[in-house]
């Protein structure tokens, strides 16, 4: 009777050890048959890479190009009337010519985003045959005009007009010199300001338009800048038409007009 109360007490020991690995309080879960047991440890941490800073911009010094898909439209021009309503502050009862004696020319230019746009231009009816003519040359030449929006949207200002780099013509205004007052060649419809902001206006140590001084430094050639050979220069030349830019005292190298004064 003793020996078979031993045999049993064995033969549940072994069932024990066998079926829950029971070894007093070690609770360790045995693996399953056929795999390997790992050893517990923390996952891998993997390093948050360090970001690189994105490199500030620098102005381009050359031409922008368009993408190569891009096509440009050949060059074109219309030329409409206006009216007192139409002109608005730019011109007032009392200047030198009147609205019969003048045209609202639009033209084909070449921007800064070296793409194609329209802008519309106020001239005298004598100017618009070498108007048309010099911005047809510079089209061709694919020189970089920031807009081209009569003053009138400036609500005739001239000096907003220049803060927004726009380029326009006709402006009945006074010139802005020294001397007597007289009327400028933008009260005639006879004169344009071709991407003011590249191309101030100095006298007596000011410029005109503010904040544009970096620009009082010719030699340092930037996109839109007027300068001798340029087709700004050479296109109104073909045509007549003087450059402020040669001025000796008081250099306007956004001006071109009829006159050349």
Request: aromatic share 10%; hydrophobic share 35%; net charge positive.
């Amino acid at each position: 009777m003793v020996t078979r109360r031993l045999q049993l007490s064995a033969t549940l020991a072994a069932c024990c050890v066998a079926l829950t690995g029971c070894h007093g309080d070690d609770h360790r879960t045995v693996p399953f048959a056929g795999s390997t047991q790992a050893t517990l440890s923390a996952p891998p941490q993997t390093p948050t890479p360090t970001p690189t800073p994105t490199p500030t911009p620098t102005p381009s010094k050359s031409k922008p190009k368009p993408p190569a898909t891009y096509v440009a439209p050949p060059f074109t021009s219309s030329v409409d009337t206006v009216t007192a309503a139409s002109l608005g502050k730019s011109w007032h009862s009392g200047c030198p010519v009147g609205p019969d004696r003048l045209r609202a020319l639009t033209v084909t230019y070449w921007g800064f985003d070296a793409r194609a746009h329209t802008g519309t231009l106020v001239v005298a009816t004598v100017a618009v045959a070498p108007m048309r003519e010099a911005w047809r040359r510079m089209y061709a030449d694919r020189f970089p005009v920031r807009r081209v929006t009569p003053v009138s949207a400036y609500g005739g200002d001239d000096n907003r007009s220049m803060a927004a780099d726009n380029t326009s013509a006709f402006n009945c205004r006074y010139a802005v010199a020294n001397g007597p007052k007289r009327w400028s060649e933008h009260a005639y419809g006879q004169a344009v300001d071709i991407d003011p902001y590249e191309n101030p206006y100095t006298l007596d140590g000011r410029v005109y338009p503010p904040g544009a001084t970096t620009y009082t430094h010719r030699d340092d050639v930037r996109p839109g800048m007027i300068v001798p050979g340029s087709a700004p220069v050479r296109a109104f030349s073909a045509v007549g038409w003087g450059w402020g830019g040669r001025w000796s005292s008081s250099p306007d190298y956004q001006h071109f007009s009829a006159s050349g004064q």
